[in-house]
């Protein structure tokens, strides 16, 4: 079973909320499954995945961001799909 350690950004939980048909959404569902560890607190709120030791940072905001921070990888809602597809139906 996969079993990720994942740090949502907020424009990932906003646009969940606000568009239930977009890709942020099944992202979320997946975050609070049991095939994930969502991991929020008062530095990750801060945007601070390395508080969480996050292997993935979900964000709409790549441009900013570099590609890996220290063990985290960030990507997209897309890509974060895409890398976990294979896995949802085992």
């Not at 079973?1 to 239930?20: I, K, Y």
């Not at 809602?77 to 896995?87: G, K, S, T, V, Y």
């Amino acid at each position: 079973m996969l079993s990720l350690r994942l740090v949502l950004d907020t424009n990932v939980l906003v646009s969940a909320a606000l568009n239930p048909k977009g890709l942020q959404q099944p992202v979320f569902r997946f975050a609070i499954s049991r095939s994930a560890y969502l991991y929020v607190s008062r530095p990750i709120l801060a945007e601070c995945a390395d508080a969480a030791r996050a292997d993935y940072l979900v964000t709409g905001n790549l441009k900013h961001l570099p590609p890996t921070w220290k063990k985290t990888r960030i990507v997209s809602p897309r890509e974060f799909l895409n890398l976990i597809a294979p896995h949802l139906n085992s």
